[in-house]
């Protein structure tokens, strides 16, 4: 490991608890999307490169924007009038840290993760962009479609969800 990857892995770490601890929803919109950028980025920096763009794709361009877009027509963005940092922070903050030493642990200790110790495989270069373009294009045309449809209904979705029901007052 690298001074590049921890890095990377410090800014989506905090982007990711920046996201869960900010009460301005935007705000949190905005910083979910650094934790997935720096996420797309250590992809890319790891040779993922299709993880990699498929991140920036999918979720930075389409599930973040659509997060915003969802807070800004539902009106959420305005900040709530609660502190910051209450009792139930803690206990979350608590609790994550556990789950992630505790996962953090049994990865250390799995028998199945080592460190590679002779010359890179050229496992990458066997997954190339283009073979996995075509694959998505010929074997897998219809998941890839069922997903296009899942966001565009998740996109009409939120779009309804933000009209505003006209009442008798409004008249």
Known sequence: MNLVFFILALVTAAGAVAAMGLRNLVHCALCLMAAFA???ALYLQLGAQFVGLAQVLVYIGAVAILIVFAILLTRGAESPSQPVVSGRWFMGVAIA?????SLAMAIITSASVSLPRGPKSDVAA???????GTKLMTDYVLPLEVIALLLTAAMIGAVI?????ATPESK
């Not at 840290?97 to 030493?101: I, R, V």
């Not at 969800?161 to 029901?165: D, L």
């Open 38 to 40: 720096g996420l797309a």
């Open 161 to 165: 969800i933000a009209m505003r029901e």
């Open 126 to 132: 066997d997954v190339a962009m283009k073979n996995i």
């Open 97 to 101: 840290a556990l789950t992630f030493g």
